[in-house]
Nanobody
């Protein structure tokens, strides 16, 4: 399994970016694709995830209403549309693939755990200027 992120960049506060995660050689079923982020000096945190094949979604509270995760199965791509960006959204954003239990746990506990992920991309940097 390979995951490749793109779409990061520099944007002013209030602006938008769309991140893409292209998946290859998956050969799996009933998994979750997640977006994590890690800001300088902070721990990695789960931002959002979407399940395959039913496309159920989960969002971290601080991005609800601003970020939207979606999947295009024909393109093997998962997107993270980020609107109304804030300086505190500045981070390296990572795409990851894991078992469906990570989604179930996130729903129950309110936190998407990184140790539930089996595969990771290399990340894309998002910088939001004030």
């Amino acid at each position: 399994v390979q995951l490749v992120e793109s779409g990061g960049g520099l944007v002013q506060a209030g602006g938008s970016l769309r991140l893409s995660c292209v998946l290859s050689r998956v050969g799996l079923r009933d998994y979750v694709i997640a977006w994590f982020r890690q800001a300088p000096g902070k721990e990695r945190e789960g931002v959002s995830c979407i399940t395959d094949p039913d496309e159920s979604t989960w969002y971290k509270d601080s991005v609800k209403g601003r970020f939207t995760i979606s999947s295009d199965s024909a393109k093997n791509t998962v997107y993270l549309q980020m609107n109304s960006l804030k300086p505190e959204d500045t981070a390296v954003y990572y795409c990851a693939l894991g078992g469906r239990w990570a989604f179930t746990t996130a729903q129950a506990m309110g936190v998407l755990e990184s140790d539930g992920m089996d595969y990771w991309g290399k990340g894309t940097l998002v910088t939001v200027s004030s």
